[in-house]
């Protein structure tokens, strides 16, 4: 049967043509070679009505199978050509994997942000809301309102801005607690950071810094609440092995009042430069809230009573980041800055 | 305030080294701030008697001495030619240490071995004051010494005490004494207190009446004064132990008489005058205000001008003494003093504080004063000085005491329960240990019907209230009792920060991400900055609230805006050759609303300012950075020109909302940068915080994404260089009604074809309707209407 071997001769022909194909280029010109209109295999569908009517679809169908298989053959070659062109493309646009992202370089938050930010939100995740007040005060809410009259020796604690007759910058968070007291009723849980201001400056004291204070009152509140509630700050600021040590001490507004050291979180406890060789840091002043300070306040010393607790932002900033020189805080260095992200 | 512990020992028996005895007071609330042990600084230094002294065999300037030191005869080389044979000295020995924490050791000086080495008197850390012979230039020469040779210096010396230094809190003015902190001590230890010893016997011919009258005239200021005479005074030095307690603690002796009212103010804590009685002028001591203008010349010779509410010890003509300051020149003791009247009062501590404020005269009689003295203190301090003038056995005691006394206030006592106490500490203490420990402290407690009665001590002014029974109790248990807990009783709060302290937090989070660094400013600032802003006369930013007090011209005034501070801040990273920076700072500013100086409290306003200089930055990247904040909070701002005077008249924007200006951005004026030093180019923006607050849209409200397509168009206008982009987009907008979405210009460009002040805008225009497909027709007769409304308001031209 010379069509059946004509067909043979096609299809291998063609399958060593495809072979032969380098490009999609070639490929297409085959294919318009072989299946094209006036293509070998078609001119032999052409040639069909020279073939007896009984032969005919027999060819017929032989011609259908080959165009089958050679059309596979060139699918499969034009697939795998396709796919080395994309290969071959994403080669060529290759760049330089290392060179750096051209995103705006973020820039940072001061050291004391990140720490009173740090501090705030550990205390508004035990309950407490955050109140600020006026920086310039007058001398009834940064004094007398917290039981220090005027020409009393606890005045000396604290050397004062003064900006006219009874108005001064505030020399502590502590009046904040005042206002707040006058405005809220117990309970009360509250933060107070906040900027404040005593004409001192050296290498551990700046003419400004910023503290931030802490306000309990409620019923039954008492000096064990004090301590857990410090504990569990200390830990979360510092690590859990952070210990809370009590030292009796004297504010006018806290009554008893006592100094807060925490565990040296750089030697744990062993004594280095940080720590003064002690293993302890003071962090906090704290104490009982002076029932004459609730009374002033016009809350119920016999039913209320709470704590109060304050720590210098700088402070802490130079302990957790290893700051020596207070100053260096307030001398903007963008270099120093930068570091802080 | 110091005291030693030997000192301490006269009221009460102390069996612990001093570091033990301080970590307890450190425990009950008495920070111990040194311990001064001078035999710590002087270690196997001995007295030595030279025996001979040879030259040196290879060195002019040296000799060899043989010493004997007691046990051995040591061969030491010095330098020194102030020795002869026979002289004791003092020998710092082969591993001995000198207070300046030098080590002496054997060796050898030019080829000869020296067993050590001769000290001086500095060397020993003595001055003259110290031991007779010690400021000398050379070795200290001991001659007068009968102790055994080799005996340890510190014996010859008399360093034989211990000093604490001890940080008294304010509440605690009873224990600003030696007597008041061995009351402390004495509870500590569980010990008895023993009183300072006080008897004496009249022995005067005369009696106080005889020398002398008191008349107090103010008793709101002088509330008790006590007068007591001595006679037949022989000035001389004190007993040795006295002058070393006194110099222990860092005062110089003087002679007898004025080393009492020096010792009994550091023992007892009560202040002491001693007036020569020819001093006192018609036999009388009158406390009495001073007259206005009234002169004084006290003790270190200065002249001062007193007023009207400052108390004077006066006699019939003159003022003597400020009282409880100073005394004054005419009234001290003299070498030739014979008859002396002591003082012991008790001024008003407000008025002594305030007159020696305002006199700038300090003295350690009115830092005690000012601390408070007690009504006991008078008496005792008086007493003690008369049983010290016997003891001393200087001058005979004149019979009598006058004594005027405003009423001394009753001790009311403290009425609690011990369930109160346990509740303020929050931990059960036994009832026997609280009256255990409150009588330790000279407290009389009693538990009577379930209730706790306390009276405390006349010296203790600072008892009031169960609180302070439940410090007195809960310092001497041990704070180490106190168990955490976290307020088991308490009720729940909801805390978290308000939405304005958010809304700060994330504009402070948008400038960062925006590549700035936060900075950390003064609020005060130097008053230069007006001139330095170039505001004029009547800018209400020149109105600063000054300090009274500052620490200096620099830090004198609170800032009125935050660009000064930002200049200050760029400029110092200018010079120091950082090339670029971004920076901003969220501060309050201090606005007063009334008169200067200010009666009332300013309004603080808290504002953020940004600033930036370096390559790249110019005034649409910093009006970028202001427009991200905006945008943030939905606070829809119009860009107007800006008249800052600070600011670059050409390139600046203020920040309108309707007609309140939320703030401005631009370039900072080359004229404020010179005046800064600086010749870059400098960016700022400052906006006002509590007003994007309160401009803040918080609504949303959900509208549904158009099922129509938008339809897009550019536009390019001719128009003069003085329209502004915003005018243009006004009017494309006013044109363009409801159909337009969006407009925005893409491109601005200058070129000769375009002509002379003029630029070509092109617009991209976004229309879409919510209901329908737009048709080209519609949007054609839309972009002929924008077209004619630039041309009619602007003067534009179709390019």
Not at chain 1, 257 to 283: F, M, P, Y
Not at chain 2, 96 to 112: A, F, N, Y
Not at chain 2, 122 to 150: F, R, W
Request: glycine share 8%.
């Amino acid at each position: 049967m010379a069509v059946k071997e004509k067909i043979e001769e096609i299809i291998s022909a063609a399958a060593e043509g495809v072979k032969a194909c380098g490009s999609l280029d070639e490929i297409n010109s085959l294919k318009v070679r072989i299946l094209g209109k006036s293509g070998e295999l078609t001119a032999l569908l052409r040639g069909m009505k020279d073939y007896p009517a009984q032969e005919r679809p027999a060819v017929g169908k032989l011609v259908n199978e080959a165009r089958d298989k050679i059309n596979a053959l060139i699918d499969e070659k034009t697939a795998c050509l396709q796919a080395s062109r994309e290969e071959e493309k994403l080669q060529s646009e290759k760049i330089d994997v290392t060179l750096k992202g051209s995103a705006t370089p973020r820039g940072s938050l001061h050291p004391c942000t990140l720490v009173k930010d740090e501090i705030v939100s550990i205390f508004t995740s035990l309950g407490f809301s955050v109140a600020h007040g006026p920086e310039i005060e007058t001398d009834y809410y940064n004094f007398r309102q917290l039981n220090i009259p005027k020409d009393h020796p606890a005045r000396d604690m604290q050397d004062t801005f003064y900006l006219g007759n009874d108005i001064l910058l505030r020399t502590h968070t502590s009046p904040v607690q005042a206002h707040v007291m006058e405005e809220c009723k117990p309970p009360i849980r509250v933060v107070c950071p906040g900027k404040v201001y005593r004409p001192d400056d050296d290498a551990t004291h700046s003419p400004m810094f910023q503290q931030i204070e802490g306000l309990v009152i409620d019923e039954n509140i008492t000096l064990c609440d004090l301590k857990g509630i410090l504990e569990c700050f200390a830990k979360e600021l510092f690590d859990k092995n952070t210990k809370v040590r009590f030292r009796p001490s004297y504010f006018p507004f806290t009554e008893p009042s006592v100094e807060v050291d925490l565990s040296c979180s750089v030697c744990h406890g062993k004594g280095c430069r940080i720590c003064k060789g002690t293993g302890w840091i003071e962090v906090l002043g704290a104490g009982v809230v002076n029932p004459h300070v609730l009374e002033m306040s016009h809350i119920d010393p016999e039913k209320y009573s709470g704590f109060a607790f304050g720590m210098g932002i700088e402070r802490i900033a130079m302990i957790k980041y290893g700051i020596p020189d207070m100053r260096i805080l307030f001398e903007n260095d963008v270099r120093f800055l930068r570091a802080f992200k | 305030m110091k005291v030693t512990i030997n000192w301490l020992r006269d009221f009460v028996d102390i069996d612990i080294p001093a570091r033990e005895l301080a970590d307890k007071l450190v425990g009950v609330g008495f920070e111990v701030e040194e311990i001064i042990d001078p035999k710590e600084n002087i270690k196997n230094v001995v007295l030595g008697k030279i025996l001979s002294i040879a030259r040196h065999p290879d060195a002019d300037k040296l000799v060899v001495c043989q010493i004997d030191v007691g046990s051995e005869i040591l061969q030491i080389v010095t330098g020194a030619n102030n020795i002869k044979e026979g002289d004791l000295v003092p020998v710092a020995k082969d591993g001995s240490r000198l207070p300046d924490g030098k080590t002496i050791k054997k060796g050898k000086l030019r080829g000869v071995d020296s067993c050590g080495m001769l000290c001086s008197g500095e060397e020993l850390g003595l001055t003259e004051a110290d031991y007779e012979g010690a400021g000398v230039y050379g070795i200290l020469i001991m001659n007068k010494e009968t102790a055994p040779l080799g005996t340890d210096i510190n014996d010859v010396l008399g360093n034989d005490d211990v000093i604490l230094d001890i940080g008294v809190t304010a509440n605690r003015p009873d224990c600003n004494s030696v007597y008041g902190i061995a009351g402390e001590v004495a509870a500590v230890l569980k010990k008895p207190l023993r009183a300072p010893r006080t008897d004496f016997t009249a022995t005067s011919s005369k009696s106080v009446e005889d020398i002398v009258a008191v008349e107090v005239r103010d008793p709101d200021l002088c509330h008790r004064y006590m007068a007591a005479a001595v006679t037949d005074i022989r000035i001389a030095p004190s007993p040795e132990y006295i002058r070393k307690r006194l110099k222990a603690v860092g005062l110089r002796p003087i002679n007898n008489m004025v080393d009492i009212t020096n010792y009994v103010l550091l023992e007892i804590g009560q202040p002491m005058h001693a007036f020569d009685d020819r001093d006192i002028c018609g036999g009388k001591i009158i406390a009495r205000r001073a007259q206005e203008g009234e002169k004084i010349v006290t003790l270190d010779g200065k002249e001062y001008t007193l007023s009207g509410n400052m108390l004077v010890i006066a006699d019939s003509e003159k003022p003597n003494a400020v009282a409880g300051v100073m005394g004054g020149m005419n009234s001290g003791i003299r070498q030739d003093t014979s008859m002396v009247v002591f003082e012991s009062a008790r001024f008003a501590r407000d008025s002594v504080r305030r007159t020696s404020r305002s006199l700038g005269l300090r003295s350690d009689s009115s830092a005690r004063f000012e601390k408070g003295v007690d009504f006991s203190c008078q008496p005792l301090g008086l007493k003690r000085a008369l049983a010290l003038v016997q003891e001393f056995g200087c001058g005979k005691i004149a019979k009598g005491v006058i004594d005027i006394c405003t009423p001394i206030p009753e001790k009311k006592p403290i009425v609690t329960t011990p369930e109160k106490i346990d509740g303020i500490l929050g931990i059960a203490i036994d009832n026997k240990e609280k009256l255990d420990i409150l009588r330790s402290l000279r407290i009389d407690a009693k538990l009577e019907d379930g209730k706790l009665i306390c009276v405390s001590p006349a010296e203790r002014d600072d008892l009031e209230s169960a609180n302070d029974i439940a410090e007195e109790i809960i310092r001497y248990h041990g704070y180490d009792k106190i168990a955490g807990t976290l307020m088991d009783k308490g009720r729940q709060t909801v805390g978290g920060k308000t939405r304005a302290q958010r809304n700060e937090d994330k504009i402070k989070e948008i400038a960062v991400s925006c590549g700035m660094h936060e900075t950390l400013t003064y609020s005060f600032i130097s008053p230069s900055f007006a001139s330095v802003l170039r505001l004029p006369e009547d800018s209400a930013l020149r109105r600063a609230v000054e300090i009274v007090n500052p620490l200096g011209e620099d830090m004198s005034v609170m800032r009125t805006q935050l660009a000064y501070s930002m200049l200050g801040t760029l400029s110092s990273n200018i010079l120091k050759s950082q090339k670029a920076a971004r920076m901003f700072e969220m501060a309050s500013v201090y606005l007063p609303e009334g008169e200067l100086p200010i009666m009332t409290q300013p309004k603080e306003e808290t504002h953020i300012i940004l600033g930036a200089y370096g390559k790249g930055e110019d005034f649409y990247t910093m009006k970028g950075v202001a427009e991200l904040i905006c945008n943030a909070f939905g606070v829809d701002v119009k860009y107007v020109r800006s008249a800052v005077p600070y600011l670059h008249p050409g390139r600046a924007a203020d920040l309108m909302k309707g007609n309140r200006s939320v703030g401005y951005v631009g370039e900072v004026h080359p004229a404020v940068c010179a005046a800064m030093n600086v010749s870059e180019r400098i960016y700022i923006a400052e906006l006002n915080v509590d007003l994007i607050n309160k401009y803040e849209k918080t609504a949303y409200k959900f509208e549904p994404i158009s099922k129509f397509p938008p339809v897009e168009r550019d536009l390019a206008v001719v128009v003069n260089e003085d329209v502004s982009g915003a005018d243009i987009l006004e009017a494309v907008k006013h044109a363009g009604g409801s159909i337009m979405r969006e407009a925005e210009i893409f491109d601005v460009y200058r070129s000769a074809a375009i002509g002379e002040g003029k630029k070509s805008v092109a617009v991209n225009m976004i229309f879409r309707a919510d209901d329908r497909t737009l048709k080209d027709e519609e949007i054609a007769e839309k972009t002929d209407k924008i077209i004619a409304r630039l041309k009619d308001k602007l003067g534009a031209i179709l390019r």
